[in-house]
């Protein structure tokens, strides 16, 4: 008898670690649900996948809007398939000095990288719950764990990310579903980062090998923290390069 194929949703699948989860799953044997705002921007991803013999689907879906996150999960239970593995992989990674850290840039951070966690979350656990199984991921950062000059709205986002994966884990765990918060340490290999090191004055081409952190990497921790055993779960993995100093 085949075994039923998994369904996967990734809430924040962008050009780089989303689509890299995606790939990896796709490769496994998963289903994969893309969301985004403007899902159209998938568009490339889905055929990638499919033309790899994979299955993927794209949503628009604002994770800062609750309506639109219920909506996102209610289709993809009814049309697509159970969800057995969802990811918050949503940024906001800005960086103002204090005084000039606007109201709307502190909110929007909050509501982008905190309050959409929150909403994933939830109504993952809503579907995963009666079923008593499955796994709720979030995507974290170095801001996850301390906060830095310039970074008050990411980091308290951020912290607050992390508190909420603590709490579910706690609340949901002993019900049979999974809550992992994975802290990637690191620059990332991105056209956002690369940027950042060249304004800085520095030359990412001239960079050590595996100085940054490939996306791939973040979507293999992924595939290993999904297919752990329910007597080994992890709630939390940092993952840095190997010269990262921390």
């Not at 628009?60 to 809007?65: G, T």
């Not at 990412?204 to 090998?209: A, F, G, Y």
Request: glycine residues 12%; negative net charge.
């Amino acid at each position: 008898m085949a075994l039923q194929r998994q369904t996967c949703l990734i809430i924040g699948a962008g050009d780089y670690i989303g689509a890299a989860i995606a790939k990896r799953f796709a490769a496994g044997g998963f289903t994969v649900c893309l969301g985004r705002r403007g899902g159209e921007k998938n568009a490339p991803l889905v055929a990638e996948i499919e033309a790899a013999g994979g299955t993927a689907y794209s949503f628009s879906v604002d994770a800062r809007e609750e309506e639109q996150v219920v909506s996102c999960l209610e289709t993809i239970e009814e049309e697509v398939g159970q969800l057995d593995l969802v990811i918050f992989n949503v940024g906001g990674n800005v960086s103002f000095p204090l005084i000039d850290t606007t109201e709307r840039v502190f909110r929007k951070v909050w509501m982008m990288a905190c309050l959409g966690g929150f909403l994933t979350g939830r109504e993952a656990a809503k579907h995963m719950l009666p079923r008593g199984k499955g796994s709720i991921f979030f995507t974290g950062a170095t801001a996850s764990m301390r906060g830095g000059a310039g970074f008050s709205a990411f980091a308290s986002a951020k912290f607050g990310l992390r508190a909420l994966a603590q709490s579910m884990a706690r609340e949901l765990g002993p019900q049979g579903i999974h809550v992992a918060h994975l802290v990637i340490d690191s620059g990332v290999d991105t056209e956002f980062v690369r940027a950042r090191i060249t304004q800085a004055g520095g030359d990412p081409e001239t960079l050590p090998p595996d100085t940054l952190m490939r996306p791939e990497s973040v979507a293999d921790a992924y595939w290993q923290l999904h297919h752990q055993a329910r007597d080994g779960w992890t709630h939390e993995l940092d993952l840095r390069p190997f010269a990262e100093k921390f």
